[in-house]
T-cell receptor, first 110, second 115 residues
Framework: QQQVKQSPQSLIVQKGGISIINCAYE??????FPWYQQFPGKGPALLIA?????SEKKEGRFTISFNKSAKQFSLHIMDSQPGDSATYFC?????????FGTGTRLTIIP | DAGITQSPRHKVTETGTPVTLRCHQTENHRYMYWYRQDPGHGLRLIHYSYGVKDTDKGEVSDGYSVSRSKTEDFLLTLESATSSQTSVYFCAISAATSGGGETQYFGPGTRLLVL
């Protein structure tokens, strides 16, 4: 049972544009929602995270928007750069365990 | 990198042979995890540990066993490797974030090919 659904599977954005990745969850017991960035041949690295009592969190060019009633959250990358090209995973935590989305391969083109 | 190392980093083995992957951490974290990563599936939890000798199953635990005899080491064993276990395996620990929460940090991964 997939408890975290992530879309799109792949995304191509022009340099300087806004990249948006969406996730939806079912389990209302989730209490923490991190996003991970992964480059080829590397392990996933924590990018930004949010708690469900906050509607938005911003760190530099990266913003998480969280809609508790809709059980959805999204990652926005402003002014996208070629160095942002990577695979992004959303995740949700309950009882010290993470459930991951299936990932979005983001490509930033010049 | 949260002080996590994995060994070996690459391994090729034959169907039916046992394989053990090692995860080593240097910062005394209580929780450790093993995941596998496959295209189209993201990361899936195999087993996790919440202390020495304390382990529990994840969502894809069949065919895998784990052991944790020391805080710093978490071993994943494939008793009799099958081709379906060809994957990239990641170890993770749970640690505090700079924002005051706690989440998981990942090792560099082990790429396993079962022929």
């Amino acid at each position: 049972q997939q408890q975290v659904k992530q879309s799109p599977q792949s995304l191509i954005v022009q340099k300087g544009g806004i990249s948006i990745i969406n996730c939806a969850y079912e389990n209302t017991a989730f209490d923490y929602f991190p996003w991970y960035q992964q480059f080829p041949g590397k392990g996933p690295a924590l990018l930004i995270a949010i708690r469900p009592d906050v509607s938005e969190k911003k760190e530099g060019r990266f913003t998480i928007s969280f809609n508790k009633s809709a059980k959805q959250f999204s990652l926005h990358i402003m002014d996208s750069q070629p160095g942002d090209s990577a695979t992004y995973f959303c995740a949700a935590r309950v009882n010290e365990k993470l459930t991951f989305g299936t990932g979005t391969r983001l490509t930033i083109i010049p | 990198d949260a002080g996590i190392t994995q060994s070996p980093r690459h391994k090729v083995t034959e169907t039916g042979t046992p394989v053990t992957l090692r995860c080593h951490q240097t910062e005394n974290h209580r929780y450790m995890y093993w995941y596998r990563q496959d295209p189209g599936h993201g990361l899936r939890l195999i087993h996790y540990s919440y202390g020495v000798k304390d382990t529990d199953k994840g969502e894809v635990s069949d065919g895998y066993s784990v052991s944790r005899s020391k805080t710093e080491d978490f071993l994943l064993t494939l008793e009799s490797a099958t081709s379906s276990q060809t994957s990239v395996y990641f170890c993770a620990i749970s640690a505090a974030t700079s924002g005051g929460g706690e989440t998981q940090y990942f090792g560099p991964g082990t790429r396993l090919l079962v022929l």
